[in-house]
């Protein structure tokens, strides 16, 4: 099959665009022969020979002899090579900020985290890069290839901007002049929303056996916020605020949210909600002293407790109300859900399919798939560094 996405017209554009397409035929489907490339992607075998030499010099890739009884002549298998191109992962949530080390094919080498303290936002992205730094080190390291953040708020990607990030209490804040002030030298920095960031992992590293080219990936946490995916393109938005799901009103004059807004959806079915309202159900049997997570309610509600369980119905429930929304206004083939909710997916999963079958299709019957997050690893650190990693795999420059 031809790819449709080749380009005429500068022949150095051209090369470049054609180098990112071979590059990521070789990621998606190593081990893979030249000759394979050239048939998938309709380019000549000298193209592709002259594109993979430069990728060999780069060492961004090796070969190896694909030992084959059914041939005279024994072909190269090409693949990636590990251990150059390191990225960096930082993943600031609202109470702890999480850090991985990754190499080019998604393999998380390490992993850390922090309790976030944001109030000097330039002395704790210091503490950050150093808390990078130790772990990059640690596996004698020298350098980083390059860095993504992923933040919970509305992030302008391009100017590698916080806007606005409530449950933080960010707004205006420039992560880019921040790093850089600190990192000079880094070649390769980028940062979005976390939501945002876990779609895109699903989409490189997802494990599901399912399209991903048209989903949703919904993220449950302190707050709650989507990742679009559309025609295998995350969708940013005009202000970079698409997917902010998190904010649309169930209830007009519900529950006050950290938006300032009355009634939104993560009032009722983010962690925080879900925690409240364990509360009040335990209310008399629960000391004002104790505090109380989201992963003790499901380890409650898994031993029995009567109250932990409902409460996680519930939470059920108005996920199920917030993704008719989603499926209403996208219509996606699959919603993908993350957050430490999904271990109470036998819980919440019949809650949320019962709405969705009542509410999401009219009159007609619809056919969309609820998952679970299929990454081990936390989805918004991983798509940190996927941003980073796009870099290397889609550098479109135009050289002269």
């Not at 600031?92 to 080498?109: E, H």
């Not at 946490?221 to 998190?246: Q, W």
């Not at 941003?387 to 479109?396: G, P, R, S, T, V």
Request: contains cysteine; hydrophobic residues 40%.
């Amino acid at each position: 099959m031809i790819d449709e996405n080749i380009i005429a017209g500068n022949s150095k554009v051209v090369r470049n665009i054609n180098r990112s397409m071979i590059l990521n035929i070789i990621r998606t489907n190593e081990p893979i022969s030249r000759a394979k490339i050239a048939k998938l992607t309709g380019l000549n075998k000298s193209t592709v020979s002259s594109i993979v030499s430069d990728l060999l010099d780069e060492e961004i890739i090796y070969e190896q002899v694909a030992v084959d009884q059914n041939v005279g002549r024994n072909p190269f298998d090409l693949y990636l090579k590990l251990g150059k191109y390191i990225i960096g992962a930082i993943n600031i949530d609202s109470t702890k900020t999480y850090f991985a080390i990754v190499d080019i094919d998604g393999s998380v080498l390490d992993t850390s985290y922090i309790l976030t303290n944001p109030s000097d936002p330039e002395a704790f992205i210091k503490q950050c890069l150093n808390e990078i730094e130790i772990l990059y080190k640690k596996h004698n390291i020298d350098h980083l290839e390059g860095l993504g953040i992923s933040v919970a708020g509305i992030v302008y990607s391009k100017k590698l901007e916080v806007h606005y990030a409530p449950n933080i209490g960010w707004e205006d804040l420039n992560l880019g002049d921040i790093v850089r002030k600190q990192w000079p030298d880094i070649k390769i920095l980028a940062a979005d929303n976390d939501a945002k960031c876990s779609a895109f992992a699903e989409m490189w590293f997802g494990t599901h056996k399912t399209n991903y080219s048209n989903f949703v990936f919904v993220s449950v946490g302190v707050g709650i916020g989507t990742g679009i995916v559309v025609n295998n393109k995350l969708i940013d938005g005009e202000s970079h605020a698409s997917g902010e799901f998190g904010h649309i009103v169930l209830y007009e004059d519900g529950e006050q949210c950290s938006c300032g807004n009355k009634g939104c959806w993560e009032t009722y079915a983010s962690d925080k909600a879900t925690v409240k309202r364990y509360i009040r159900k335990k209310q008399g049997s629960i000391s004002s002293d104790i505090d109380v997570f989201i992963d003790d309610i499901i380890k409650y509600a898994k031993e029995g407790d009567r109250e932990a369980v409902e409460t996680l119905t519930e939470t059920g429930f108005y996920l199920g109300l917030g993704i008719t929304n989603i499926i209403r206004a996208v219509d996606p083939e699959t919603i993908i859900l993350g957050g430490r909710i999904v271990q109470a997916w036998d819980i919440i999963y019949p809650e949320i399919i019962k709405i969705i079958e009542k509410r999401a299709f009219f009159d007609r019957k619809g056919i969309i798939t609820i998952l679970p997050a299929s990454l081990v690893i936390r989805p918004s650190v991983l798509g940190a560094a996927t941003l980073a990693l796009k870099e290397i795999f889609d550098d479109y420059k135009i050289t002269l």
